[in-house]
């Protein structure tokens, strides 16, 4: 089922060649590409310092109390609490002071 675009870009109902066809499913992807980009924080160096260490994703959430999922997500960059940069630090052998070179998004 097709939804049509009740309001132009004036903010009234469109007429004539201004009438189009709305699709649902793009709407929602919109929606959900901002979503993702309001959760996502700056990169970091947590991959990188796993692979020098030859660790894998599965292996680092072990040492670190955590789910690979939450792992992966922290490498793509998404925002983490306080707590799972701290237990993430302390899986990869690093102290707390090192957090400004893991995660770049650190307030000093």
């Known amino acids: 089922m097709r939804q049509i675009d009740t309001k132009g870009k004036s903010g009234k ?8 066809e709305v699709d649902p499913n793009q709407t ?9 980009k309001s959760k996502k924080g700056h ?5 990188e310092l796993r692979l020098e260490r030859m660790m894998s994703k599965a292996e680092l ?3 670190a109390g955590l789910s690979p999922l939450t792992i ?3 490498e793509e960059g ?4 306080l707590d799972t940069k701290r237990k993430i630090l302390e899986a990869l052998g690093l102290s707390l002071k090192d957090r400004g070179k893991v ?3 650190e307030e000093k």
């Open 13 to 20: 109902p469109p007429e004539g060649d201004e009438a189009r």
């Open 28 to 36: 929602v992807l919109k929606g959900f590409e901002t979503l993702v």
């Open 43 to 47: 990169p970091n160096r947590v991959r």
């Open 61 to 63: 959430a072990r040492r």
């Open 72 to 74: 992966s997500r922290v």
């Open 78 to 81: 998404y925002k983490c609490r």
């Open 103 to 105: 995660f770049h998004d």
